[in-house]
């Protein structure tokens, strides 16, 4: 970690946390991963919109102002790199019951960006653990992330680079770091969060953008025969758009819509950030 | 917490963990919570032995006698109490992949005991969260245990102490905090772990001793009608077992041979502890 910045100010990141918070003994927290080019946050307000969002359904008492103080903070020092923010409900005494006035614990912390990682191809494998569609973690980034520790182990031992959840319905819901879309003629779908998924940030630019590159998008539930039928493209904050196939399938190459799609991503991202990715090493690949 | 113990030495609680620990930013880690009386643990080895396979179905490298270490430490300074060890991968980069050479944080606590606690009786609320049985989450303590805190949540805004989980295929699996027990004639069952169920260490001791008190015991799946046509015991190493109903149950008296197993456990602890936690203040009602 870059910088790490806890409750209003710089701190070193050893000894940063009380033993007893929340965060590391019940994963009580929620959390965000933006890009930063250039100082600035791409969709910042998305980002900061989002995570409060999520800390009002868990009842953090958290202040969207200090959620950007921290961001902004981070964002300044970073010329190429990522921000998480991490909020917690802070310390609190033995077991569930929360504690009565919560201190929470804005963590942020920013680290370089890997530009090589953008755009670049990932094959996916189908993880035996299903996305848990009926509880709020599936929709929100909270901190109870093991499950997509454990896809990815069990991915990487099968030749692949991430997990692909299955719900518990058995719906294609999201990968271990990401959401989907499946292009299958001019038409691109990704599933609806009520499948047990993230709104992505890079999802919702993609829906409220698509069109613009002659391509019809919609939020819709999927089978894992139409996930197979069609191009598959990840995206988080930090790959953008990932072109992905399952492992054992062929390599095919990105859709020209795809592609003009995600030039115009980087050219938004130029746009709010004055930073084209692809100037640092970003490759929209065949 | 009364003592904080890390990696070998007592240290203060504030500013105790690494801001980029990963059981704090992805629930990477496992924990165990037992009882402490006069010093000793009820069912150390068993305690032990369960986290130290959850340490290593997740390939996380601690030794056993680290484990113990931790464990021995903090119950040489308490009377009446609750140790709570957490293991966590330690600290990491930014991402879900492994760290090469992890170094893993051993995390142990105590805490005065609640006597009034034991064997106090509950109602439970079936959550509309339901217990991912196809997640090693679901089996084992880790740290992702935010669904439990939700779902206590709801709980408590229903009006009662505490969430009851149904699994992904509507069985009855746990409570948030404990296993259950339902008594039908003088059959006690639970779910078997295959459920979504963790082999909880209070559980094993109702296993393994049931029929020393007249009592049939079995391992089977349970649908919500058959959980509501007995009498349920909720069970967790520091209730040890509560008498429970659904809050829309009418309150109905512990059956006597179930009373009489909850005698034989507090018997079991001061064979192995010297203490009787009736002693403390326990009581076993009406």
Not at 178 to 188: E, I, K, Q, S, Y
Not at 223 to 249: C, K
Request: charged fraction near 20%; hydrophobic fraction near 45%; include cysteine.
């Amino acid at each position: 970690m870059t910088d790490v910045w806890i409750n209003g100010r710089f701190v070193e990141p050893d000894g940063a946390i009380a033993a007893n918070d929340r965060g590391l003994l019940i994963a009580d927290g929620v959390f965000d991963t933006a890009l930063v080019l250039g100082g600035r946050v791409f969709r910042r307000d998305a980002h900061l919109d989002r995570l409060a969002a999520a800390c009002e359904t868990l009842a953090i008492p958290v202040s969207r102002s200090d959620l950007e103080a921290a961001m902004a903070a981070l964002a300044e020092r970073q010329e190429a790199g990522s921000i998480r923010l991490t909020v917690t409900r802070g310390p609190g005494p033995r077991g569930l019951t929360l504690p009565p006035q919560p201190r929470p614990t804005i963590l942020g912390s920013s680290a370089p960006l890997a530009p090589a990682m953008i755009f670049a191809p990932l094959t996916l494998h189908p993880a035996t653990i299903r996305r848990n569609e009926t509880s709020p973690s599936a929709r929100l980034k909270t901190l109870a992330y093991l499950d997509a520790v454990l896809a990815n182990i069990e991915a990487k031992a099968a030749g692949a680079d991430e997990a692909l959840f299955l719900n518990t319905a058995g719906r294609p819901a999201c990968t271990a770091l990401g959401n989907f879309f499946v292009l299958r003629g001019d038409t691109l779908s990704t599933p609806p969060c009520a499948d047990g998924v993230l709104d992505g940030i890079t999802r919702g630019w993609i829906l409220a953008n698509a069109e613009s590159f002659g391509l019809a998008v919609r939020e819709e539930g999927l089978s894992p025969q139409e996930l197979e039928s069609g191009a598959i493209l990840v995206t988080n904050s930090l790959r953008l758009t990932a072109p992905a196939r399952l492992v054992r399938q062929e390599t095919r190459p990105t859709p020209e819509p795809v592609r003009a799609l995600m030039a115009g991503l980087c050219e938004a991202i130029e746009a709010e950030c004055g930073v084209d990715p692809r100037s640092l090493g970003a490759v929209i690949g065949a």
